[in-house]
Structures are given as C-alpha cells and as structure tokens.
C-alpha cells in the first residue's frame, strides 16, 4: 500500500482547506483505517482524524467540529476538510493507513499546512 498526501498550503486565519490521500497502491477497501496526523515544530506528532472500513470517524478535541474526515471508495481516497483554521493548525500533515488482514501501518509523505495568524 502506497499514499499520496496532498493539498497543504498557506491560508490565512479563518480560512479553510481540504487535505487528500491517495491509495495510490493497493485498494482502499482492504484498509482498517485511515487517518489523519500532523506534526508541528518541536512538537510530537498527534492523531488529528481517523476513520475505518465502515464509516466511524474520531477526531482530536482541538479539531472536532472544524476539520471532518471522509472517504471516497470509488476514488481510492481519504480527505481531510479542514474549516476554521488558527495558527495552532500549522503542521506537517501525514495520512496513514492500517491494513485489514495484516495490521500493518502505512505512512504517506508529509503535506505542510501554514495559517497566517
């Protein structure tokens, strides 16, 4: 399995915009899970989103209610739609991926959010 992150950029304070990750190996269907992390200078990387094979969604506190997460099987990704963003946002953004049968973890490269306070 192979994922493309996607559509990080600089937006300003009360802005928003919408993150994508692509399974660009292996098919969408035989993920656990998919999630969204990010990781902010000096700081440890934090599970922002994740949803599973059925649905269920979860989300850190600090985004929940401004970012939702969902998933388009037909197009083999996962997005990340991210509203109301403040400076606390700024992060190295990572989609990950669980394997259904082998539990094995998937890591997509980075895509950098910056919000301009």
């Known amino acids: 399995v192979q994922l493309q992150a996607s559509g990080g950029g600089l937006v300003q304070a009360g802005g928003c915009l919408k993150l994508s990750c692509v399974v660009t190996?292996?098919?969408?269907?035989?993920?656990?899970?998919m999630g969204w992390y990010r990781q902010a200078p000096g700081k440890q990387r934090e599970l922002v989103a994740v949803i599973t094979r059925d649905g269920s969604t979860n989300y850190a506190s600090s985004v929940s209610g401004r970012f939702t997460i969902f998933r388009d099987n037909a197009k083999n990704t996962m997005y990340l739609q991210m509203n109301s963003l403040n400076y606390e946002d700024t992060a190295v953004y990572y989609c990950?991926?669980?394997?259904?049968?082998?539990?094995?973890?998937?890591w997509g490269q980075g895509t950098e959010l910056t919000v301009s306070s």
């Open positions: 990950d991926a669980v394997q259904l049968y082998t539990g094995t973890n998937y």
């Open positions: 190996s292996g098919n969408i269907l035989i993920l656990k899970s």
